[in-house]
């Protein structure tokens, strides 16, 4: 059984950042890609930034490309996601998933575990 927990969301005034975890239980942490996807109040859950299993590939939205930047540290099961510059379109509850495979994807269906979401808010 995979657990993936995220940490990190709060409020936080728009230009500023953030930085949210997701630890990840089980040993087959480092075997997959891992991914972020954020779905703001009301609408879908939308691709955000994925990371190929050793880390050497990163792979992000294009609303975002140039503000966050996605990491991991498989001695750690953690994956990171650093949020700059942060605007009022960024508002969302987001989630880490993790891949069935080792290639980062941008599709839903392509991730098979899920945490429990991690509420970030921008105030102007």
């Known amino acids: 059984q995979v657990q993936l927990v995220e940490s990190g969301g709060g409020l936080v005034q728009a230009g500023g950042s953030l930085r949210l975890s997701c630890a990840a239980s089980?040993?087959?942490?480092?075997?997959?890609?891992m991914g972020w996807f954020r779905q703001p109040p009301g609408k879908e859950r939308g691709f955000v930034a994925g990371?190929?299993?050793?880390?050497?590939?990163?792979y992000y939205a294009d609303s975002v490309k140039g503000r966050f930047t996605i990491s991991r540290d498989n001695a750690k099961n953690t994956v990171y996601l650093q949020m700059n510059s942060l605007n009022p379109e960024d508002p969302a509850v987001y989630y880490c998933?993790?891949?069935?495979?080792?290639?980062?994807?941008?599709?839903?269906?392509?991730?098979?575990?899920w945490g429990q979401g991690a509420q970030v808010t921008v105030s102007s």
């Open positions: 998933a993790r891949g069935i495979e080792v290639r980062p994807t941008a599709r839903r269906y392509e991730y098979a575990y």
């Open positions: 089980g040993r087959t942490f480092s075997n997959y890609a």
């Open positions: 990371i190929s299993w050793t880390g050497g590939s990163q």
